[in-house]
């Protein structure tokens, strides 16, 4: 097994985390990136391996409007400042990976007022993703309707040279991968050929690419990624608990299974993007949540403050991500106590993944099936170990996880 296959991330939205300014006064540059420093020791205790870091680059607001991929946000302090981090996750045995947003940039990234001001610099096209034909002027065409969000011009060989340099910048300072935000909405083609250039240099690194809809498997061979968010299964877990309806989990475990016989699927229940886990089901049945996300293939993460049982909302509004993108204490101590039983029960689950390696690339084999009571069996890949978890909603929600009818752990 390779490293990517004892990874279990603990994800972190730095601008969040660290408290940074979002769109308000942002004049007075901060290390704030250097209060991570103090909770490194807290993922490696909660039995994490490596740290996910959201956008770190320097941006216009939230992170996903990036203004210059090669310089550290000054809300969150200088290039010292992260590698003064990633040193001290190399020295505790951390792996870093980091959040690249090259689906579009920020409007007011310098290059494109200038490429708007000069005009397109090559035959086939600038950088950006610009309608030059637009009544009243060139218009540069935006990502999902958000209008500060830029396209970039992905057919464009000058966009693939420019992702292609970011990528091995950041590698080449020691960080060991990337998340690929928005990669759904730019053609697979693009990737296979930024990645082309980047991996004879940093073989090792490992690529997963954010993927809502659609064929992961296709998505990740013809883009040459190694993995894909599994959006699939992260609904159908949270999906199912909350409705009593086990049969929605079953199926798509049927389909995950189809999935690992390609790739090793990016797996979670909470990210930046979504309502938190516990609001959204109570915090009993996350822990059934968690139990499922532990006990299948993938290369799970954990959304920070969800070992902690935290709760917020998504909202669709400007600002409505801040909830579920909070700051944290300066030290894990001032966490507040009442968490203190979703961590525990986050330390054995993932613990009892640890204990058991195999798990990354195992598939399950339903046992038992009704609406509100489910079993399943990950199995190795070469048959030679699992584990049967038993899932209960019935009278309230209860999981057990045994080895050869022997349980292991239960909630």
């Given at each position: 097994m390779n490293w990517v296959e004892h990874a279990i991330w603990w994800h972190v939205y730095p601008l969040g985390f660290c408290g940074a300014p979002i769109r308000e006064d942002r004049s007075?540059?901060?290390?704030?990136?250097?209060?991570?420093?103090?909770?490194?020791?807290y993922a490696i205790e909660l039995g994490t391996s490596g740290l996910l870091l959201g956008p770190i680059f320097t941006a216009q607001t939230h992170g996903y409007d990036t203004l210059d991929h090669h310089g550290i946000d000054p809300r969150l302090g200088t290039l010292q400042d992260f590698e003064d981090l990633l040193a001290a996750c190399r020295t505790r045995g951390l792996r870093v990976l980091l959040d690249g947003v090259f689906s579009h940039v920020g409007r007011h990234h310098p290059d494109l007022r200038q490429t708007l001001q000069e005009g397109p610099a090559s035959p086939t096209g600038p950088m950006f993703d610009i309608d030059w034909q637009a009544p009243g002027g060139p218009h540069p065409r935006v990502f999902e309707g958000h209008e500060s969000l830029v396209r970039l011009n992905h057919r464009s060989p000058q966009t693939v040279d420019y992702v292609a340099d970011v990528l091995t910048a950041w590698l080449d300072r020691g960080i060991d991968g990337w998340r690929l935000d928005a990669a759904y909405s730019v053609d697979p083609a693009f990737w296979a050929q930024v990645l082309a250039r980047v991996r004879p240099r940093h073989p090792d690194a490992w690529w997963f690419a954010e993927v809502i809809h659609g064929d992961y498997a296709a998505f990740s061979a013809?883009?040459?990624?190694?993995?894909?968010?599994?959006?699939e299964l992260w609904k159908a877990i949270w999906s199912s608990l909350l409705d009593r309806n086990f049969h929605e989990l079953d199926w798509a475990l049927q389909r995950h299974n189809g999935f690992l016989r390609h790739l090793t699927p990016q797996t979670f229940i909470g990210n930046h993007d979504v309502t938190r886990i516990a609001t959204t089901i109570g915090p009993d049945a996350a822990l059934l949540a968690t139990a499922i996300l532990m006990t299948v293939g993938g290369i799970p993460s954990v959304y920070y403050g969800d070992e902690q049982a935290f709760t917020a909302?998504?909202?669709?509004?400007?600002?409505?991500?801040?909830?579920?993108?909070?700051?944290?204490?300066d030290t894990p101590a001032q966490l507040a106590p009442w968490g203190l039983r979703t961590y525990r029960a986050y330390q054995d689950l993932i613990g009892l993944r640890r204990r058991h390696p195999w798990l990354t690339t195992a598939t399950t084999e339903t046992l038992h099936l009704e609406n509100t009571r489910y079993s399943y069996r990950a199995r190795a890949r070469d048959h030679t170990d699992y584990l049967d978890v038993h899932l209960d909603l019935q009278t309230h929600p209860a999981v057990t996880i045994g080895d050869h009818n022997h349980p292991l752990w239960h909630a």
């Amino acid at each position: 097994m390779n490293w990517v296959e004892h990874a279990i991330w603990w994800h972190v939205y730095p601008l969040g985390f660290c408290g940074a300014p979002i769109r308000e006064d942002r004049s007075t540059p901060e290390p704030r990136l250097r209060r991570l420093l103090g909770w490194l020791d807290y993922a490696i205790e909660l039995g994490t391996s490596g740290l996910l870091l959201g956008p770190i680059f320097t941006a216009q607001t939230h992170g996903y409007d990036t203004l210059d991929h090669h310089g550290i946000d000054p809300r969150l302090g200088t290039l010292q400042d992260f590698e003064d981090l990633l040193a001290a996750c190399r020295t505790r045995g951390l792996r870093v990976l980091l959040d690249g947003v090259f689906s579009h940039v920020g409007r007011h990234h310098p290059d494109l007022r200038q490429t708007l001001q000069e005009g397109p610099a090559s035959p086939t096209g600038p950088m950006f993703d610009i309608d030059w034909q637009a009544p009243g002027g060139p218009h540069p065409r935006v990502f999902e309707g958000h209008e500060s969000l830029v396209r970039l011009n992905h057919r464009s060989p000058q966009t693939v040279d420019y992702v292609a340099d970011v990528l091995t910048a950041w590698l080449d300072r020691g960080i060991d991968g990337w998340r690929l935000d928005a990669a759904y909405s730019v053609d697979p083609a693009f990737w296979a050929q930024v990645l082309a250039r980047v991996r004879p240099r940093h073989p090792d690194a490992w690529w997963f690419a954010e993927v809502i809809h659609g064929d992961y498997a296709a998505f990740s061979a013809s883009s040459r990624v190694d993995s894909v968010t599994q959006y699939e299964l992260w609904k159908a877990i949270w999906s199912s608990l909350l409705d009593r309806n086990f049969h929605e989990l079953d199926w798509a475990l049927q389909r995950h299974n189809g999935f690992l016989r390609h790739l090793t699927p990016q797996t979670f229940i909470g990210n930046h993007d979504v309502t938190r886990i516990a609001t959204t089901i109570g915090p009993d049945a996350a822990l059934l949540a968690t139990a499922i996300l532990m006990t299948v293939g993938g290369i799970p993460s954990v959304y920070y403050g969800d070992e902690q049982a935290f709760t917020a909302v998504k909202e669709d509004r400007d600002g409505g991500d801040d909830a579920i993108r909070p700051a944290f204490p300066d030290t894990p101590a001032q966490l507040a106590p009442w968490g203190l039983r979703t961590y525990r029960a986050y330390q054995d689950l993932i613990g009892l993944r640890r204990r058991h390696p195999w798990l990354t690339t195992a598939t399950t084999e339903t046992l038992h099936l009704e609406n509100t009571r489910y079993s399943y069996r990950a199995r190795a890949r070469d048959h030679t170990d699992y584990l049967d978890v038993h899932l209960d909603l019935q009278t309230h929600p209860a999981v057990t996880i045994g080895d050869h009818n022997h349980p292991l752990w239960h909630a």
